[in-house]
Each structure stands twice: as C-alpha cells, then as structure tokens.
C-alpha cells in the first residue's frame, strides 16, 4: 500500500517545536485576470466537522475555539449531517462559543451529501438550525443576515419541480425578520449556470479552490508529453506542474460568475494543507490524493491576499476532517474509521509515530501558526512583523511509490508527489537556514525577514534537520530523532473503537439510547466498524462519523 504520511515540525527559537472548468495550458492559468470587487470587511472560518465530535463535551468545544480563536480563526462553519445528537453538539457548540468571551462566530454548513432532501419536510431540518441559534449572540451574521452555507445541494428539490424552486421556497422565503437567511452554499455547478440561482444565493463558496483538483496524474502526462513520462523523469514533470499550486484561476472563474449575475455576491475561497484519503470500495471508497506538495498551504494563502480585494471570506479546511487528512486542529472526538493514518498524530506531542499510511503532519500547531500569520495578512492587507523565529518542516516517511501489503492499493495520483523535505520559514530578520537529509545531503540557504519557502530532496534512510544561524550564533537546531525516510512501510495492527445507538426500554412510550462501542484489533483496514455492524450488533444503528 503507498504511503502518505507526512511529518511535521514547529520551532521557536531553540525549541523543537468536483467539476471545474479547465484551462487549455498552464500559460491560460498564470495570465487570466481578476475582475475588481468591492472591498468588505475580511472573515477566516474553518470546518468543523460536527459528526466527528461525538463523545466532545463544552470544554472540548471551549479548548478548541479558543485554540483557532488564538489561531487568527474568526469562526467555525458547522457541518452537520443526520446524526440523532448532532443538534446536541451544535447547542454545545455555541455555548461554548460564548462562554469563551472571545466573540468567535458559528455558521451553519448543511451537509447536502448527508441529509435528505427531496422533500418539503427536509427543509424544515434546516430551517430548524437557522430559527433556533438566529438571534444568539455568537451567530455569524453577514449584511445583518443569519449566514448559511452547505457542502454541495445543488440536486436538492425538497419535493419542488427544480432545485432553484425547492431552495428558494422551502428555505429561503420561509425564513424572514430576524431569520432571514444570508446563503452562500457550496454548490458543485458550472459557474455559466450561477445566474440561474439569482434570487437564492447570496454569494458561492469554492470548495475546490483549496488544491489544484484538476492535476491528476492523466493530466499531468497531457501537457507533459513533451518531457516524457512522469515516472521517468519526475523531477522535471512536477517542476512544470509548481505554478498550478495555489492558482487563482478557480477564484477567478467564481468572481467573474457572481460579478456577472449583477449585484454584489460574496465569495467565499477555501484553503488547505493538503488531502489524503485511504478508504476501501467497501466502505467509503475514497482513496486519492489531490497535488499537495511545493508548499501549497503557504502558496494558497498567498495568492489570495494577493487577490483580497475579490475575496470576502476564507474557509479553512478543514479544524478536525480527520478521514481527508486536511485537519488544522487536535486529534479530538471520533475519527470516520481513519485511525490508520491519523492516529499517533497529535498536534500537542513532540515524537513520531510512524505508521502506515499517512498523509498528516504530527505537529499541528504548525499550521496554526502559518494560520495566524496569513490569516492575519488576509484580514488586513498587511504581512505582521515575525517576532519569533520559526520554522515549520513536514515530509512523508515513504517514498511516493513504495508499496506495503494494503488490499486498498495505491491512491489515484501517487505519481504527482515527489520525495522532499518542504520547509517554510519565519524569520525575524536575514540569516542562514540549513536543511539536512542526510550526513551527504544538505542545502544553506539564504533568508530574509518574513516568509521563505525552502525544500531539499530527501532518499531513502533520511533525515529531516534543519539550523537557522544568524551573526555567527544558532537561533534554531533541529535533528529530527524518531523520523527515517523508509522505503519498505512496515506493516502495522489498528485499533477501531465503533460506537452505536442501542435502544433500551425507558419511561412511558420513549425508549432511550445507550452508547455501546465495540472495539476489535484488526490488521490494515477501516473496515472494523463495518465489521462490527454484521457481526455484532446486528440490532444497532451506526453512528455516522463522517
């Protein structure tokens, strides 16, 4: 099975720390243009994945909204799905939110992929979340309206003749006063169609804007064919292939639909790390990765303050997606079956745990730090002064192309990744940064206050090691001591906590649900909660984690 796994380190000071329209050439993405939109007030939310916070109490939502308050992070999106306790988790949520005195807002992500909707009874879910939490104090509002947005819904009709019919008059128009709803959903639509849903949305979010989805490895050997084949000469392929790395091609094709439909529409742009998926055909079957390497967080944050005037709002992805890899946050809560590459992992501990598959880095804070400075840079047209010298490192522990005894196989479009140490750094003024692989390979580079993005190759039996020196003194030293770059990914044992609904005779006519988990070690695969579902309790309902 490829591995994906990707380490990650923090230091201060001497401390360890779905379709798109596509362009015809790479040349088409780096000269179209932006049209002007008018300036507003800049907002950073993240995703919160509500289903995977099963067991999460108030102080879980409080330790974790005061971390991405902490973290430049203005408010979560809550993506909800069908879970009976997922209201509970939201009424959580937003307590939280205003115990923590902070202001931090939450905004209601309807997870169309999740729950029903082609009747006029499952609007009445949605409208529920908007009409309970509209005048809370913690609420997200935009232009004085309740804001809401979804992770796709563009087939929804809530039993209407079309979906522009359905959302409008079973959500939209129902909503009013005080709950009047401002939506910018994530509809996976052409943007020629965006016109269509005038009088429904308020803006667009571009889910997809967060990697360069349209670089698959078919794609990349198409306007490749001139340097050869991609596993040929990697080097050179992938080096062609850096410019589409936080591209605003996918921002502008959304600007210039909304700017198109007349008034003024928000649009809402995502950002990510990266994307890692591992799941069987028999369960989720998601295994794929999206291009993720040439420092795409730091690029992708880049490119849109560089274009903030024609961005509203920027939506993290994800705090806590631990099933795509993509998560910001502590490992918290329940995990959709994704503990092969996501445990051992946490964002707070110092060692590496190397297992199997893994496309995550184990530091997290990493992120939140780069979070903070960008996002604070998007929010107010200005870069921050570094006043602390770091710097953040990640690499997997496995080439792309090793193999390991996984019945899952290869994820689509390991070819597109390359075998590097990437290293972003934040420097308080110029000075020498050193990246070492190895006691043969290292590279000294020179760096100047702010931001750097530095890489160096890395081979099997490597290291990650990286110094920063400044007149004559070390300001950081790092060996990295638990991480070798391994070429035959061992094979590992995980451990599957599945939780479901049992119910129980109570008072009266109301029976009550108990949890009941179900625990089994089971060797390389997800599939243990499925597996507890046949085999042992057949009576129960699962709890959907993801």
Request: net charge negative.
């Amino acid at each position: 099975m490829f591995n994906l796994l990707l380490v990650l380190f923090t230091l201060f000071g001497l401390t360890c720390a779905v379709p798109i329209d596509l362009p015809r050439s790479i040349h088409d993405m780096r000269t179209q243009h932006l049209s002007k939109r008018t300036n507003s007030t800049k907002f950073v939310v993240a995703h919160f994945m509500v289903g995977n916070s099963y067991p999460y109490t108030v102080d879980n939502w409080l330790s974790d909204i005061q971390l991405a308050h902490q973290s430049g992070i203005d408010g979560f999106a809550l993506n909800v799905g069908t879970d009976s306790w997922q209201p509970q988790q939201v009424a959580n949520a937003y307590e939280a939110a205003q115990q923590s005195g902070t202001g931090f807002k939450l905004f209601m992500s309807f997870d169309m992929s999740s729950l029903p909707c082609s009747t006029a009874a499952d609007a009445a879910t949605l409208r529920n979340y908007i009409t309970t939490y509209a005048t809370h104090p913690n609420q997200f509002l935009y232009n004085g309206r309740v804001f809401a947005s979804t992770f796709s819904g563009e087939s929804c009709t809530f039993g209407q003749g079309s979906v522009v019919s359905g959302w409008s008059s079973q959500f939209i128009q129902q909503l009013s006063g005080s709950n009047a709803v401002y939506f910018v959903p994530s509809f996976f639509v052409d943007t020629s169609t965006f016109s269509t849903y005038s009088g429904v949305i308020d803006g667009m979010f571009n889910w997809n804007s967060a990697w360069p989805v349209q670089v698959t490895t078919s794609y990349a050997s198409s306007i490749l064919g001139a340097i050869g084949n991609i596993l040929q000469n990697p080097s050179s392929a992938l080096n062609s292939l850096s410019s589409l790395v936080g591209s605003t091609t996918p921002d502008q094709q959304y600007i210039n639909a909304l700017n198109a439909m007349g008034d003024t529409k928000t649009y809402m742009a995502a950002v990510s790390p990266w994307f890692f998926t591992h799941y069987s055909p028999q369960t989720y079957n998601k295994n794929w990765i999206y291009l993720s390497d040439d420092h795409l967080y730091a690029k992708r944050w880049e490119s849109l303050v560089q274009i903030r005037d024609q961005v509203d709002i920027v939506e993290c992805l994800t705090w806590n997606d631990y099933g795509e890899s993509h998560y910001l946050g502590p490992i918290e809560g329940d995990q959709p079956n994704s503990q092969a590459w996501v445990d051992g992992f946490d964002h707070t501990g110092l060692s590496i745990v190397t297992y199997f598959v893994r496309f995550v880095p184990y530091v997290f804070t990493g992120w939140l730090n780069l979070t903070l400075y960008y996002a604070t840079a998007f929010k107010t047209g200005s870069y921050p002064s570094v006043t602390k010298d770091q710097i953040v490192m990640w690499s997997r522990p496995h080439p792309a192309l090793a193999t390991a005894p996984d019945p899952v196989g290869q994820p689509q479009n390991f070819q597109i990744t390359e075998d590097k140490v990437w290293a972003v750094v934040l420097a308080t003024s110029s000075g020498t940064v050193t990246l070492s692989t190895s006691s043969s390979q290292s590279q000294t580079f020179s760096v100047s206050a702010g931001v750097s993005k530095l890489t160096i190759p890395i081979t099997s039996g490597g290291y990650m090691a990286a110094t920063l020196s400044r007149n004559g003194q070390t300001v950081i030293n790092l060996k990295s001591t638990n991480f070798t770059f391994n070429p035959n990914p061992p094979s590992v044992q995980l451990q599957c906590t599945c939780h479901f609904f049992r119910l129980s005779s109570g008072s009266g006519n109301h029976p009550h649900a108990r949890r009941v988990d179900c625990d089994r070690s089971i060797f390389f695969s997800e599939e243990t909660c499925w597996l507890c579902i046949t085999l042992q309790f057949v009576f129960c309902r699962r709890v959907r984690i993801g």
